[in-house]
């Protein structure tokens, strides 16, 4: 279902009477058309990967957003590719400083740090972290200045050379956060729901550099702070290992979800609006309607 969707004209398909797995995916993708017209959203991609039943869905799981924060998923993976060749350790101190470089005019920028969600890390400014402690502060409480510095430790290129080594497309990362000169030269990380749903699987599956490093950003994730995308439509024993993105005309959430008694599933869910719409509540609406779906699937 790659390619934006009208969603005016969209046609919705008629459920098959019998076939339930085929009439429950026909009922998700009217309620995902639904929920996309009730929130006005410019664009939506969703991508979906069961464990348990092996079930796959999706809805314009190739189309490119920017990627926001989601981009830190990418960058956990090149940090723990670096941590399991043993060029570099959880336990390496780094330090914590505001200037870095712009990729497009080489021209040294600052973070505005009244702007930043994460004190732990500024408050540090002129001392050190280590590597672990910026990982954790970049996905939990998604910390711009631990993204950028963790960024300088790692380089752009081993990044996107641990998505390309893993077989991961549907990402691209070109830069820290908050480079404007990037910005306003249209450079930008980009993502897809197939892109970040593909990293997540090859994480919860273990099978990110090794099960070790696996579980260690699986560890991470299910610290997020941030918790009203994916999990708020979810019951409160659910556990999920997630990241969020948030940027005035987007918001995003990319996790894995845990419930008792079955393997988990991985759900990405991308929304682009117009600025003067806010965020709302689509992501949990959708994050809803594929639980009630796959609940609807195993236990009817």
Known sequence: MAGKANTQEEKLPVPPPKDSVAASEVSLY????????EHALEDLGISFYDGQTTIQWSYNADLYFHAASTMKLAVL?????????????????????????????????MLDLGRDADP??????????????????MITLSSNLA???????????TIQQALDELDIDGIKVLRGVEDSAAFD???????????????????????AYSQTASDEMLKIMLEQQYR????????????????????????HDAGVVYLEGRKPYVLVILTQFRPEMGRGSAVADVSRDIFNTLAGMEYE
Do not use: C
Request: charged share 20%; hydrophobic share 40%.
């Open 30 to 37: 009217r309620n995902i058309v639904k929920i996309r017209q």
């Open 77 to 109: 993976l090149g940090v723990f590719r670096q941590v399991e060749r043993g060029e570099l350790t959880l336990e390496s101190a780094v330090h914590v400083r505001n200037r870095f470089t712009s990729i497009v005019n080489q021209e040294p920028f």
């Open 120 to 137: 732990n890390v500024y408050g540090h400014l002129g001392k050190t972290l280590t590597v672990r402690e910026l990982a954790y502060w």
């Open 147 to 157: 993204t950028n510095l963790l960024i300088d430790v790692v380089g752009v290129n």
């Open 185 to 207: 030269a249209g450079l930008n990380n980009e993502v897809t729901a197939n892109g970040l749903m593909k990293l997540l699987r090859t994480i919860a599956e273990g099978k």
């Open 228 to 251: 009203s995308g994916i999990p708020a439509g979810l019951p409160k024993a659910a556990r999920v290992a997630h990241k969020t993105g948030n940027i005035s005309t987007v918001h």
